[in-house]
């Protein structure tokens, strides 16, 4: 599974920016996506994920600021990012969870995309 990320820019405290994230590739079927980012000298760190069947899970710090969305038919998963904080400019990463058709029992293959740099500036 290819991950293909966009929606990154540079933009003002308060702005707001929307990525997204396709995934691609032959007889696979999606489990979750989400999003993580690194911010210079930090861990990688969870954004937001959202299951198949639309259950989402935020970091405390973005709640009620970001929202994560997935098209099931397109395998493509959506992070809505408003109010945006300096604190918020990281490299952001598509993730997502997949398997081949009826063999999910079998387990999951954990998948990356490139990432996006998002830019808050002050």
């Known amino acids: 599974v290819q991950l293909q990320a966009s929606g990154g820019g540079l933009v003002q405290a308060g702005g707001s920016l929307r990525l997204s994230c396709s995934a691609s590739?032959?007889?696979?079927?999606?489990?979750?996506m989400g999003w993580y980012r690194q911010a210079p000298g930090k861990q990688r760190e969870l954004v937001a994920t959202?299951?198949?069947?639309?259950?989402?899970n935020y970091a405390d710090s973005v709640k009620g600021r970001f929202t994560i969305s997935i098209d099931n038919a397109k395998n493509t998963v959506y992070l809505s990012m408003n109010s945006l904080k300096p604190d918020d400019t990281a490299v952001y990463y598509c993730n997502a969870h997949s398997c081949l058709p009826y063999q999910c029992y079998k387990g999951l293959s954990n998948n990356w995309g490139q990432g996006t740099q998002v830019t808050v500036s002050s």
């Open positions: 959202v299951t198949n069947s639309g259950t989402t």
């Open positions: 590739g032959s007889a696979f079927l999606i489990n979750d």
